[in-house]
């Protein structure tokens, strides 16, 4: 007999029960029993989809029927809410999240819960741009009952897609009709919304034209999808020929472009950002292929969304050929686009050519939106064995980079290195698809076998096969898989089939062991290896079924037979090494002795090697392998009752033993919890966060293995940020991860950060928690200055706001207001008007200087003030752009001393202070002066400021203490600008101060003071000039006036003698 071979892979098999797993929290609360919708029309389904319009969110929930024995469904919702006791709703995305209660008042015809939720409490947004789908928790506490309903929330305003008419309306009938046509579907999900799809139908040769599905519900109803005949957008400029023999190919939805590939080539639409009309394709040209070719070729994206999209960050397509090597890589023409979109063209490899380890990964930068020649990993070669390599994909919002084909392999760190997943061997897989929310991922091979997985874990277990001839795999936004079908029978000719029904998956209860035996041998009380048993006889293809892989090693429970399994007591043992012979001695003593159906069982030693009995010599003797033959001493003996019998082999060309998942015996718990398992965080320049996770493991004190990690903590991008962890085991014995990170480089970009449970399984509800981190400006980070009065909208919106002086600080602006310049008041210069009127005459524009200036903005080409569609926001708003909307500002007395600045940072919901290195620049938007800031300066502020003026123009200010002085009158609009370097965010405030009751400005103010001085003196200089000439000044009146009476009266008497 040849020498055997034994082949051996290390389990931690945790005795006597072996028991992992993972779920992100343990919430303890029942099923759902809450039903709520915000339309009219109530569904009685676990799962809710909210839809948010231009409207206010109306939300009305109840309980299901039978929540309790001998209560109906209205009862039961008047006696809690008598009780004080209504649901709450949590509305929450990667970056926001808000908790909202429901009235307690409850509604007068309906028995159910309703609450009325402001558009503007959930976003203030209302331009048509990605954005990202909400995730909404509805709960109920009663008691120790926690009652939970979970769903969606989709934006039908802004989101693109939905704002187009993107062919022409088809009537399912006609959809009917071209079903026994379809060969195919396609289905392409929003990247923000995956709710949001579009699907389209593959026909063949004999019906022409394009016709796509368009749903938001996520197909959920059989009514809510709307379909169109794009035939005319897509063949607008090819011939008719071409276009009857064309078909679709695939499908892409980006954040600003559906993406078609027919057999004609690639059509990029318009920017679905800008609605109009109907959609509009433009075609790409690649030079070199045909038909045959674009039939063949694949569309690769990797799902991203850019609901709040960085400089660094974009949508990528590639499109791949099945070219063969020997046509010129570098010789191909392709006719740019004008459309914003990248299109990366590349040349698939495959293994059968040139040399069989032919497949490998190359890792480039892009620049310019193209490619660079140098590689920033080392190339990375897959082993022969990977010879057919079909696509690679992304999981979304991570760097974990799966490649498959007849093999999965996984990288961790974006294609540097590759681990192996799982073998397939002939069943190729051809397509993955994956669920960022849930982590889920799901294989499909060529024979329509469906194989789950978990994202960043190497195991997989396989579903079934899926019984429909026709289908494509989708899940919607909460993570829901289904397969998706034509049919018949429903209204919008889609049909939704669970993945776990019989009726259209062949289930799958898939024996992760092989035919051959296993031999187990102790390393410590608590790990057990197993050698897998291989004749050394035996063929390739034996060899190849006989070998553990990767996806065993989350098959935790072995399960073998019992009944055979002997502990042997009254045996001792002979070793004899040199002839590989396991001897009981002596011979004949004891009543036991071997048998025959004890071959290919495993004589196991606690502390000393195994042996696997190999061939019965006779009754006291047998021929054995050892496991650890550096363990095995000759001439050792071994008494009875120290050592077992046990037996993993194989009866009947099957085995005796079996592999088997475990349940969940670890929760995750992490301290922000007001996001989902998937978290985004903005660090700023030199900003720093800090982050704590905690594993808590319900697994046996006596079981754990506490020198083991139970996290394995991956980070995506590793030079982007300086990242420091603390590992211990906390009192509760539960594993604890502290972890800062301090970004300190002036670089952007992003990384991930995963949480990976690596002992959990599919059986777990969450396996991972990914941490985004974006070295960047936060979206929510702002700088501010603290107004000296708090004024209400209502305070604001009538005009009346008295300070502790009786003083009214609000100043209403006249229409087409300008403030004064320096060359007077009455000449202005700016081209910022306030309180833009455009029916009205423009204020102070007499001058020709005043004339040439002053320029409308919102107003621009407008004939009324109400055209100008001034919001609330942009008449309070003191920005320069919503000039033409101000109203009114703040007005304070003349004159304005030492006022205080202070100003403000903040980002999501921390404050920071405003002092150095957050140094200002301050200026006056219409170049105002009569003007003064006052600071303190520190040294080492003053060698900062000094070096920054080198290169800034404008005044650099330390913020900390600045105070302001105004001598002149009327509007100042003042701009803070933070200086470059110090932040990526470009941190600029402005704030405006009306000056009242001012002196006059020169030169009528020193006018007045000499013409007064002037009538002054010369009033002295005549009581002087009479007191010296002693001049009656008096008495000459007396005789003046006197003379005039006398002359009147003598005239007057005349008068009457006549």
Partial sequence: MGKPLLYAVILLWMMPDLSLGITHKNKGASRAMLSCSSSEQMEHTDLIKLYLSSENLVVQCFFLSGIKINENTEHTLSLLTSRGITPSITIKNSTYAGVFHFNLSQEKDEPTWSIEIPRKSITINEDINPVEEWFITITLQEGLETYVTEGTLLDLYREPILQWQIGLNVNPSIIRKILKHVLGLKIARDPCANDVAIVGI??????????????????????????????????????????????????VLTNYHLVVLSTMGLFISSDIRYPNDTLKFERMEFCGYNTGDYYKAKLWYNEICLANQEDFEDDYIAITFEKSRSMSQVNYCLKRSRLLVSIALLHFLSGKVASPNNSFVAVRRFKNKSPMTALRFPTFFFPSEFHTIIGMAFHPRTHFLYVFGNQIWISYDGANSFEIVGNFFDDVIISSYHSFHSKEIIFVSQASNLYFSKAGLKFYSKMGKSKLPIFELYYDHVGTEALVSMSEMTQDCIDLYSIFDNETVLQSNEDMDFKTVLAPQYLTTSQMIFFAYVPQNASMETRKNQIFYPHHEKKDNFVGLLKELKLLFDICLLFTLSKQLLRARPPGRYSSQFKNSDTHKTVVIPGYSSFLILEILNNTSVLALATMPVKVYTGMTFPSKSWFLYHFGTTNDSSTWSITTSSCKHVIVHDDVNTSTNIVKYLDLGSAFKFKIKVLSDMPYKIRVRTTPFLKILIGHVFLMDVTTYAYWDETDSYVVEMEIVNRYLSKGITTISFIIWQATADCLTSAIIMTLKS??????????????????????????????????????????????????????????????????????YHPQSKKTGIYKQCLNKTSREDCNCTTEQKMSQNVAFSDCTEKVVRFMYPVIQYPLFLKIKSEDSLIPMEAPYLVTISEVNERKNWKLNQKMTAETAKMREYLEKSISDTVYNPKDLNLSITGSELYHFRVKVIPGVTFCKLVTEFQIYVDNAPLPFPGRLLIASIAAVILGGIILAVFMVELFDIHIWLLLKNLVVRKNKVASSRSSFDVED
């Fill in 776 to 845: 960047s400006c936060s979206y929510t980070k702002y700088m501010s200055i603290l107004p000296k009065y708090k004024l209400s909208l209502e305070d604001w919106e009538s005009g009346q706001y008295r300070d502790e002086h009786g003083f009214n600080i609000i100043k209403t602006l006249p229409n087409n207001y300008r403030p004064p310049s320096e060359l007077g008041k009455d000449i202005p210069t700016t081209n910022n008007f306030y309180n833009a009127d455009p029916s009205r005459p423009k204020l102070r524009n």
């Fill in 202 to 251: 593959i026909i063949d040769e004999t019906v022409s034209g394009y016709f796509f599905g368009v749903t938001f519900s996520g197909f959920w109803e059989n009514k809510e999808t709307f379909w169109y005949d794009v035939t005319s957008s897509i063949c607008v400029v090819q011939n008719d020929d071409e276009c009857q023999k064309s078909m679709l190919v695939d499908i």
